[in-house]
């Protein structure tokens, strides 16, 4: 089982910067690749950006491309969403999410085995 608890999210205007944390609680965090998806009022989930186990690999959405980093700390059993140059679109909540053990990074939202309970990010314009 793993747990998993976001946070970081807060108020921005727009062009600003948040780093978005997800703490895991599990044993073998580095078995786990992981994501962050978002989803905003009426709209359906969407992925975000996602990592590999080791870290080596990385899969961004194209609206955030070049403007959102996802990187991972395995010591620490984090891994960050760091958002610059932030716009009004970016308004959602932001869900951390974990594959199973050792199941590659992927963009699917539904291949995705555990969620957390999601951090608000609002860019203000």
């Known amino acids: 089982q793993v747990q998993l608890v976001e946070s970081g999210g807060g108020l921005v205007q727009a062009g600003g910067s948040l780093r978005l944390s997800c703490a895991a609680s599990v044993r073998t965090f580095s078995n786990h690749a992981m994501g962050w998806f978002r989803q905003a009022p009426v709209k359906e989930r969407e992925f975000v950006a996602t990592i590999s186990r080791s870290g080596g690999t990385t899969v961004y959405a194209d609206s955030v491309k070049g403007r959102f980093t996802i990187s991972r700390d395995n010591a620490k059993n984090t891994v960050y969403l760091q958002m610059n140059s932030l716009k009004p679109e970016d308004t959602a909540v932001y869900y951390c999410?974990?594959?199973?053990?050792?199941?590659?990074?992927?963009?699917?939202?539904?291949?995705?085995?555990?969620w957390g309970r999601g951090t608000q990010v609002t860019v203000s314009s």
């Open positions: 999410a974990a594959r199973g053990s050792g199941w590659p990074n992927s963009v699917r939202a539904y291949e995705y085995a555990y």
